[in-house]
């Protein structure tokens, strides 16, 4: 008989909060200190999901016994912030503080980084699985599944919108880690009478000892070795530090070096070219991002009514303002939104739109470099306005994957702007207006008595040669895709041009874990294919979705975390509704029918929403987007129990193979998804993969019947 007050309950709810809060912790650290491109959150949660998955697999050949649970337990507790420290402490391996990561030994690194979490969490899900069914044989797999959500549940929802505003990435790690201890100590005196206590006293202890060291502030330390950090701090929207190095101010956000007391030559570039095209005096400016680099001071050197200056996160604001990096001037505006967001209910046209943003290396920045961004930039201009923004750029070698990135961009702009101009560099500039511009910039800055550091006669008559403007020429020539919102190709152009620099194809990787994925398919059994393509398709479409509610709303922090949570609570309901389905005594093969239909309406949901995102406009609205999240988490959470009911393996065996195939699935579908699905093919392709993985799964049902 069920005994409600079983502290089994409570082991395995906790560690679902656990894992929860621990996987978006480790995650958000590494998106900070890695310039947070969707590659490096692609390859973390496929990593995650990967090993969870294989210590769901090697659980099975562990003998259950409580003790082992409540050693484990109190391991789970203290791994997470081990973990933690362990990554800054090597961030300067792989990468020095501002530098560009090495993605081949990234790959190597991430990996084994997170291994000891996730197999161990992995198979102690497993582990109280099995303790769990042989207690409670007559219960079923579905109700741990159905526990294991209500924890993920809690944890999405209390880092989401609780510890993110109140306390840091580390300082969050000891709730669960308390919560972890506290059930191991409460399974330990249930079971043993306190014989087995010693584990989870020992892991209190221990954190009790590290709530003392201030282990946060001094692993912040490891990150910047040979500078003083003077600052830092946390936002919903990432991490910033400034250091000092000498006489030199740096301010770092999120990996990205964005300022520096020494750097003008890039603030000049990124302003005067642009503004040195304006002939009126007088001109309203638009500054997107940028402001904290020095872009503001180049501005103020002209005549100017008014500046608007668009920043997401207020902190960055804040930081500035404390450390001087921000002029006080009555003309300049500032708008702490995102900045696409702002350009789309601005009232007012502009004489200059400045956007300095980093490449396209993720899909949220991706979202400033398409042609419906390019139009809202056209719309918000004046007849005579100029708009202007930067790539990478090169002296005199343009590698293929620069070309092709460059090239995308000037076509996508040329669907806007009559009129464009490319200046080279270290940046390429690119310059677009209604109207003709010019490449003297020279005679314009003379003209204007406009006085740089950098930036004058002698400096541009050495950079913009005959030559080089020839060759960025040939570069921009030639046909090429357009970016669009919903196929975001600049974005996965910047990936393989990060690749390029270390001499490591995508291709290759990509078709690795398309192999694997294809190869796991058809070597599964039925109900095991079925979880397998559920886990693919289920982080395939969470992902679109995800994404779709950004080129709508832009970055809002707190819909990501409605969006996750619902998911999360999607699960729980499904699990629970086919928990109350297999409660009646019924045959197998009534669950594998259950299966099938589940399928069909699978493979019926991944043809609607590719129909309503491919030929309507009707995805623009939130409602409806969460309707598809809250559906499809719903069919995912029913199909675990039921898969478990039709295995025919034995109690532990199974639980470890779905839980497997589970993590694997989605393992691999986050990876793919995330890095080649939507950005190389597009939303759609992405929707009709999902879709026709569930095709394949409910066939192989279907002929196993």
Known sequence: MLKKHDPLFFAITMLGISSVITQISITRELLNLFEGSEFVLGITLSCWLLLTGLGAWLGRFVKPHIRLLTGALSLVALLPMGHLLLIRSLRNVIAVAGGAVDLRVLLTWLPLLLIPYCVLSGGLLTLATMLFERKYPDIGLGRVYFLDNIGDILGGALFSFVLIYVTTTFNALWIPAALNAIAGLWVAVHASGGKLIAAPIAAGLVLIAGAFLNLDDRSRSWLFPAQKVIAWGESPYGAYAVTRDAEQVNLYENGIPLH?????????????????????????????????????????????????????????????????????????????????????????????ILADLPPPSNVQINRFYTREFFDLVRARLTPHGVFSFSLPGAENYYDASLSRLLRTTWATLKTAFEHLAAFPGSQTIFVASPRKVTKDIARRLEYLQIDNAYLNRYYLSARLTEDRLELLQQQLSGDAEINRDLHPIAFRQQVAYLFSHFNLNINWLLAAFGIAALCCIFAYRPTETVLLTTGFGSVSIELVILMLIQIHSGYVYLKFGLTITLFMTGLAVGSFGANRFVAQERGKSVYRSALLVLEGISVAGCGALLLIVGHTQIWRSELLLYICVGASAVLTGAQFPLAGQASTDAQGTRASKLYTADFLGSGLGSFLAAILLIPALGVAAALAVAGGLKTVSMTKLWISK
């Open 260 to 352: 520096s007391s020494t750097n003008v030559l890039e603030a000049e570039e990124t302003v005067h070219f642009a503004m040195a095209q304006f002939r009126a005096s007088q001109a309203k400016v638009l500054l997107l991002s940028g402001g904290v680099t020095g872009s503001l001071e180049q501005i103020l050197k002209y005549s100017v009514s008014r500046i608007d200056y668009v920043e997401l996160d207020p902190e960055l604001i804040q930081v500035a303002r404390r450390f001087n990096l921000l002029p006080d001037d009555r003309k300049i505006n500032i708008h702490t939104q995102d900045a696409r967001k702002f350009l789309a209910s601005a009232a007012q046209e502009y004489d200059v």
